[in-house]
């Protein structure tokens, strides 16, 4: 009976280990140089895309570099979304002159109704417009409103979501953006604290 007890802890520690073992070689896997390169260039490529924009003409994120860039994925349809955008334009007027940027990015809709949504809510931010989601697809976006901040290379970053406190690099529903927490940590961001 001793005997069966200790070759079961012997299995069951060999199995520990092995799972162990995997999982350390899968993380090292998904951490590889030639992985994290690849990220890289995926997202120097979708930064480096001109998308038509509510003003007329061309622009990409990639167009904001060296700035912190706060994006907001709305569409016209989205009650949420409308009701953020006063908070987005507090925040944009706040931080005028200096290297921080409010873009918005409509999708999942129809650009005429894109571009009359942001006249009839006087948007003076850029708005970027993404009809066939290739911005949605690449940042994973699944519902609206949803809003990244950006370093100043385009990545995300993690920050303290102003609505449950969690920290995150993605803030899925509205949030007010012009209260003190936020524009706090943005004015921290911004002045590399």
């Known amino acids: 009976m001793i005997g069966a007890y200790r070759y079961l802890i012997r299995s ?6 092995s799972l162990t073992l995997t999982s350390l070689a899968s993380c090292s896997a998904t951490n590889s140089p030639r992985e994290s390169d690849a990220n890289s260039q995926a997202l120097l490529e979708i930064l480096q895309t001109n998308f038509a924009t509510s003003a007329g003409g061309q622009k990409s994120l990639s167009d904001l570099q060296g700035r912190i860039v706060l994006v907001n994925f709305f569409a016209s349809w989205c009650a949420e979304c409308a009701h953020e955008v006063s908070s987005l334009k507090n925040l944009a007027t706040s931080f005028e002159g200096t290297d921080f940027s409010v873009v918005g990015v409509a999708v999942s809709d129809d650009p005429v109704n894109a571009k009359q949504f942001v006249s009839r809510l006087q948007i003076p931010y850029p708005v970027l417009l993404d009809p066939a989601g290739e911005l949605k697809q690449f940042f994973s976006i699944k519902e609206l409103p949803v809003t990244l901040i950006l370093d100043r290379e385009g990545r995300p970053l993690q ?3 102003p609505k449950t406190g969690a920290v995150t690099a993605k803030f899925e529903g509205g ?10 940590m943005i004015a921290g961001l911004v002045e590399g604290r």
């Open 175 to 184: 949030r007010r953006w012009d209260t003190a927490q936020p524009v706090e």
């Open 159 to 161: 920050f303290q979501d």
């Open 12 to 17: 069951l520690r060999l199995t520990v280990l």
